[in-house]
């Protein structure tokens, strides 16, 4: 990698100002330094924030939990708490990665995460998200990329927290421009829904200060498939949340990962669903409804099948808590 | 063969690996933990193009880097590249990064091609890239036939036609290739991670046109070779130039970017099946066209070389009439080498798949189609004995019968090796001191399956020593010379040696000491008789001890999701035979690796190359995948000892079964076949019909 000065930053105010030259904040590290290895991104400064007071709380509430930034995937695997009310999250941070990673993987990081496309973190390929004049996937090797898209890139999202944190309407609090700003889940990724070069909406030196969660939806899931049993990237992964009273769908809301460049979220599928007493029928109509306007390519078809079965599951798995 | 012990102690029962305590310290030192006095760090520069000819390289910025204390061009003038990642230049400096930004510099003029295939089946059409300039990609199979074929299939009361494929494999041993090498006015010494020492330090010794004897080469520890880590390579012939430039030694270990590129994989095949049996099973007639890729290795005039594209068909049954055709296709890929059982596993899975496909056109019962066909009278006893412990009767249902939406399905495959006997160079010494202790040396290295306590279990049984009181010294040219660790070959070949030599000793002891029998009790009295002069013997491989062609049937057990087409290995029972067991703890953990490798070449691995660019997709553990342990079954090792046979080797045979077993366990499970590896779940979703095609846009 390129040489680079490191500095370790005690305040939000300090992290923004360090990193503005040229700097990236640096937290567990994973992604960062893979790219930096790889030589896909480059930095002058690493600036650690590992030190920022207070942002590696899990904090519950009656309404909103609030977790930082900071706090690990593991800390979020691990919470007896959160395995209680937020069953969906634990059940995605458990899939993400090895426990190793997990153990020093930031909620931060997992979002802000950039693209797995095997061209984009191919050091030799100059593809669409490295300004390069074309997507290679798109006829090529796509049986890991988007079954939907809005711009010429088709490399998804494969944030699991982020798939988890869409279906139960979190809303993440971004340090922008010295104000704090609020972009939910479809507000974080939607560049990258239109723009190839992004793979989210943060503008350089953004940080994200934590991520708050409404308590209104007690039940919820996420399951993945992946082509190994542990330690690999899902092929889809789907979420779901809701309330259920008297067998009931209050408020539903299904996610899927690593379909689209951004949580694949049907807002006519979760309005479908709303007030729904589920049954097989009804979960099949729902991921009909998700699925609707899918466009599979050569290698990546398989998704749809994948991903149907993960949203019934999902939602029969909702139904079976009770 | 009746010369090894029949009352044993060590031999067939289990001793602990004697260098477990030093591997589990970190104490074993392994080729890449190598630190030479002043060693530098080696690099390797590679093509960036899947075909150019290369005009000049410039290393001028390159040595200008802080650090950086030699650098070196693969050879003098034009040459061409013709994969991305041949290599072109290296260079040496005193850290990592230097080295990393030195390749950064380094200036290459090119004549780039940009007509370039890395894929079977464009490079076998007409008009297509040629790999080779000159020379067609594929050329004329060569055809053999038995009996007659076309007539044959008429009378067949079955007939099955498949197409069955499977995959490069790359090799990903968890030491990469690579050395550390000091060349001095006084010679070369290469530290490699290396299952030849021998054959390292002829190659080397050929290439910089030095002695053999200034050459010596040491492999105290390394981590996995499984075929292709027989030569120097060129990661051993640019670290000796890089040291000789350097005036220092160089460790030039390669990436896993590197490796996944440029030391060989095991080719692809692509096998058309025709095969038909009479009514009672009887299989008939057979035809079957392979073909198949060795990267650059196959197709005209091949520089690259090592490692057919063929593969024995009809496998290990015996059908009276048969036509078999193969061809080879060049690609502009890295070529192939010698990869645990070579042609078998995707044989087996070839041939495995089409006998079960027969079967469920028979209507008969996969098993006995396999006890009626097979002409191997020790795999017969092997199908009894698993299907016996793996519930086969009890367990087998009507292929896609299994009720739900997760099925069961099972499944067996066969292994035939024809080698696994020893290798008659083999030679050792062992010094025997007045103290009583006793130090074995071979040439021989171990590539981790426990040579060093294969040796010392031997020694004890035959001294009546323990196997903690047998030193062993191996890895190393300096010693009496050994056997390369391929073609499950090293204990057949040191077995017998290192009887040879305990037999010399016990002799020599007698004569020297007057002691009728210095064994057990005796010994240190008998060595004490020595005075101060130790006992050196020398032994050598002897006829008798050994013998080769170890077979083995293994039966997988497997559920599959036919909503997300994903498999998972539920149970592999694995039968083997190799003669007489030496040690059967490692032997176990042998035949696990296999079992586990085969679970990888089944389900996971896969070299996937780019039309467009040309390179290499998955030049990494993300997505070239390997069995991690959620993947890892219950793995239920059955040894059948044959004493009467002598010692065989295990290494390949272990392996080769795994994929068939598990593809036909998973037909028989969802009732469809997958007939291609990895059975990935996208395939499982495609053969069920549940895949929509893909839209235009």
Known sequence: MKAFEYASAHSTDSARELVANNGAYLAGGNDLLGLLKEYLVSADLLVNIKSLPGLDKIEPGHKTWTIGALATVAQIEHDPEIKKVFPGLQEAAAEVASQQIRNVATVGGNLAQHSRCWYFRHRDTVCLKKNGDLCYARNGENRYHSLFTGNPCISPVVSSLATTFAALDATAIVLRDGKESRLNMAGLYHRAWENPLAHNSLNPGDLILRVEIPTARSRSTYMQVSDKHAFDWALVSCAAAAEVDGGRLKSPRVALGSISPVPHQVEAANQFLDGKILDDATATQAADLILKDAKPLEHNAYKVPLAHALIRRALLKLKGAA | ?697
């Open chain 2, 1 to 697: 063969m009746s010369n090894w012990p029949t009352e044993t102690k060590y031999i067939s029962h289990s001793t602990a690996r004697i260098d477990a305590p030093a591997k589990l310290t970190g104490n074993a030192r392994y080729s890449s933990d190598i630190q030479a006095e002043g060693w530098l760090y080696g690099m390797i520069y590679r093509s960036k193009w899947p075909s150019a000819k290369i005009k000049s390289v410039n290393l001028d910025k390159a040595l200008q880097v802080p650090g950086i204390k030699a650098a070196v061009v693969v050879r003098d003038g034009e040459f061409n590249v013709r994969y991305y990642g041949d290599e072109i230049a290296a260079v040496a400096g005193v850290s990592k990064q230097a080295c990393l930004d030195a390749l950064r510099l380094i200036e290459v003029q090119a004549d780039v091609k940009h007509e370039f295939v890395v894929k079977e089946n464009d490079a076998r059409k007409d008009g297509s890239p040629q790999v080779w300039d000159g020379a067609a990609n594929t050329v004329a199979p060569h055809v053999r036939e038995n009996g007659t074929v076309d007539a044959a299939f008429g009378e067949c009361a079955a007939v099955i036609e498949g197409f069955y494929t499977t995959p490069v494999q790359i090799h990903h041993p968890m030491e990469t290739h690579g050395n550390t090498v000091s060349w001095t006015d006084d010679g070369v010494t290469a530290w490699s991670s290396t299952q030849g020492i021998s054959s390292v330090r002829d190659g080397l010794a050929g290439s910089l046109q030095l002695d053999h004897s200034k050459v010596r080469v040491i492999t105290e520890y390394m981590g996995g070779g499984f075929g292709a880590k027989f030569g120097a390579g060129a990661e051993g012939v640019l670290a000796a130039k890089l040291s000789k430039a350097a005036k220092a030694p160089v460790r030039l270990m390669l990436t896993r970017f590197d490796q996944a590129l440029a030391v060989g994989n095991r080719p692809s095949s692509f096998q058309k099946i025709k095969m038909g049996a009479l009514a009672d099973g009887t299989l008939h007639a057979f035809e079957g066209e392979n073909y198949g890729t060795a990267g650059i290795g196959a197709g005209g005039d091949s520089g690259g070389g090592g490692g057919g594209a063929d593969i024995p068909m009809p496998y290990l049954y015996k059908v009276p009439n048969s036509r078999v055709k193969q061809s080879a296709v060049a690609v502009n890929a890295g070529s192939a080498r010698a990869f645990r059982a070579p042609g078998n596993p995707p044989a087996s899975f070839g041939m495995e798949s089409a006998m079960d496909d027969l079967a469920v056109k028979l209507g008969m019962d996969p098993l006995e189609l396999r006890q009626k066909n097979d002409p191997n009278p020790v795999r017969q006893r092997e199908y009894a004995l698993g299907a016996e412990k793996f519930g086969w009767k009890e367990k087998y249902k009507k292929p896609g019968s299994s009720p739900g939406v997760v099925k069961t399905g099972i499944g067996c495959a066969s292994a035939a090796w024809p080698a696994g006997g020893g290798s008659r160079r083999t030679q050792g010494e062992a010094q025997i001191n007045p103290d009583g202790s006793v130090e074995f040396r071979l040439g021989v290295q171990d590539i981790g399956t426990g040579t060093r306590t294969v040796i010392a279990v031997i020694a004890a049984e035959l001294l009546g020593l323990k196997p903690d009181q047998i030193t062993v010294k191996v890895g190393d040219t300096h010693y009496p010379p050994g056997p390369g660790s391929g073609g499950s070959t090293t204990c057949a070949s040191i077995s017998p040696t290192v009887f040879d030599i305990c037999t010399k000793a016990l002799q020599q002891l007698q004569t020297q000491t007057g002691l009728a029998d210095a064994r057990g009790d005796n010994w240190f009295a008998a060595c004490k008789k020595l005075g101060v002069d130790p006992l050196v013997v020398h032994g050598q491989w002897q006829q008798g001890l050994s013998s080769d062609h170890a077979g083995g049937v293994q039966f997988a057990e497997v559920e599959v999701d036919t909503e997300t087409g994903l498999v998972t290995v539920k149970k592999v029972v694995a039968v083997h035979d190799c003669g007489l067991i030496i040690n059967c703890v490692t032997l176990e953990s042998q035949i696990n690796g296999g079992v586990i490798g085969g679970i990888g070449y089944a389900l996971y691995e896969e070299r996937v190359m780019d039309d467009l660019s040309g390179v290499v997709l998955n030049p990494n553990f993300e997505t070239y995948k390997m069995p991690g342990i959620a993947d890892v079954p219950d793995i239920e090792v059955i040894l059948v000892n044959m004493p009467e046979r002598g010692v065989i080797g295990i290494g390949e045979p272990a392996t080769v079964p795994t994929a068939g077993a598990i593809a036909n366990a998973v037909a028989n499970a969802i009732g469809v076949r997958v007939p291609s590896l990895p059975i990935t779940p996208a395939k499982v979703l495609a053969a069920l019909g549940k895949v929509p095609p893909p839209v235009n846009s």
